[in-house]
Nanobody, 124 residues
Framework: QVQLVESGGGLVQPGGSLRLSCAASGIIYSINAMSWFRQAPGKQRELVASVALGGRTDLADSVKGRFTVSRDNVRSTIDLQMNSLKPEDTGVYYC??????????????????WGPGTQVTVSS
């Protein structure tokens, strides 16, 4: 069974920094895209950053120049370095990955997996 576990959330003042990490574990044959999403109170979940298997990165316009994303294919991890944090960055941050694992019939199958989320609060 595949699991994603996030860490690194917390409370930080505006202008501060946080680093989020996410690790995938279980029976993993391959991981396609790994991404970070966030959901603010009363708003829809939105894509923050993603890293393709080949290393291409994409960042939401709202975080460009402040956030960087990196991925370690050997350790099956994705990190999100968040600098110059703003109150509008507050929300629950979720890790997402498309993972090839063992299917219910014993063959291999792709699945879309989510972590439980980690809270990021930017407030003075």
């Amino acid at each position: 069974q595949v699991q994603l576990v996030e860490s690194g959330g917390g409370l930080v003042q505006p202008g501060g920094s946080l680093r989020l990490s996410c690790a995938a574990s279980g029976i993993i044959y391959s991981i396609n895209a790994m991404s970070w999403f966030r959901q603010a109170p009363g708003k829809q979940r939105e894509l923050v950053a993603s890293v393709a298997l080949g290393g291409r990165t994409d960042l939401a316009d709202s975080v460009k120049g402040r956030f960087t994303v990196s991925r370690d294919n050997v350790r099956s991890t994705i990190d999100l370095q968040m600098n110059s944090l703003k109150p509008e960055d507050t929300g629950v941050y979720y890790c997402n990955a498309q993972i090839l694992t063992t299917g219910s019939a014993g063959d291999s199958a792709w699945g879309d997996y989510w972590g439980p989320g980690t809270q990021v609060t930017v407030s003075s």
